[in-house]
């Protein structure tokens, strides 16, 4: 059963992280996300779910802005080639739909499948912002809790940048 945005705000709870959630109709891409960063102090990222040639599952979340060469990324993560992982894959795995990919996913990967990468440019703000397991809203978190969030998870990221 994956978890809810209520499981989420229990977990940081518990691990002593503040968040501050600002609700706002879905939005599903960068693109329509972008009227949302004026009035959502913070640092905004993509996230890109996705599969290396020998199947290995990869999250990359990255600066908004941040053009992404995916001919590049794998040498800079270490990785095979990658493609997109398709939207049946991402409900599997992190039990979110497309348009709703989130760090906050990996709550739900309770099998340690997928890789993360994370940006450093994140840790040049004081929060940055994801949706909370679902794209009518997000979340504010300050960076060091984020890392902490995923290694609570059971995943060590890895960084970008």
Request: proline share 7%.
């Amino acid at each position: 059963m994956p978890k809810t945005r209520a499981d989420l705000f229990e977990r940081l709870t518990e691990l002593g992280v503040r968040t501050t959630t600002h609700e706002h109709p879905p939005v599903m891409t960068v693109e329509e996300s972008k009227d949302l960063y004026e009035k959502i102090p913070g640092w905004h990222s993509k996230k890109l779910f996705l599969k290396d040639a020998k199947g290995v599952l990869w999250l990359v979340v990255a600066d908004a802005m941040r053009p992404i060469d995916l001919k590049q990324l794998p040498d800079a993560i270490g990785s095979k080639r990658l493609s997109f992982g398709s939207a049946e894959l991402l409900v599997e795995i992190l039990e979110v739909p497309p348009g709703a990919v989130t760090p906050f996913a990996l709550i739900n990967d309770e099998a340690h499948r997928v890789n993360v990468v994370l940006d450093r440019s994140m840790f040049e703000h004081t929060a940055a912002n994801f949706h909370p397991l679902e794209n009518t809203a997000t979340t504010a978190i300050a960076p060091k809790d984020l890392v902490r969030f995923v290694e609570r998870c059971g995943h060590t990221p890895c960084y970008l940048g």
